[in-house]
């Protein structure tokens, strides 16, 4: 059970890194669509689990490697966004959320 403050920051975390994703890292990413789906927050603060959806992309699993590379960056451009609502920059942890492509594949044989 997350506590109120945690889903305030996971709320404030996802906004902010999907206008980071949406406006200032077409230079990393290029033209690939990248969506945040949720965000979870430790007890601490400390650490921020990131689900991203990507889409208009041949491979995921090079882009989401590629988002982790990048990881550094990200954080800073949050920090400068949050920087005066929380006392802690979390450190930023990316996934693959496939959330998207489970209910599609079951969608699929519910079909057949």
Do not use: C, W
Not at 6 to 33: C, Y
Request: proline content about 3%.
């Amino acid at each position: 059970m997350d506590t109120t403050r945690q889903l305030k920051v996971s709320r404030l975390i996802q906004k902010e890194i999907g206008e980071i994703f949406q406006r200032e890292t077409r230079i990393f990413f290029g033209t690939a669509l990248i969506t945040v789906t949720q965000v979870r927050v430790s007890p601490d603060l400390s650490i921020a689990k990131i689900y991203v959806s990507l889409f208009n992309v041949p491979d995921t699993q090079v882009l989401l490697k590629l988002i982790q590379v990048h990881t550094k960056e990200i954080r800073i451009k949050l920090s400068e966004r949050i920087k005066k609502q929380v006392r802690i920059i979390p450190n930023l942890v990316f996934f693959l959320d496939d959330s998207l492509d489970y209910a599609m594949r079951i969608d699929e044989l519910l079909k057949k």
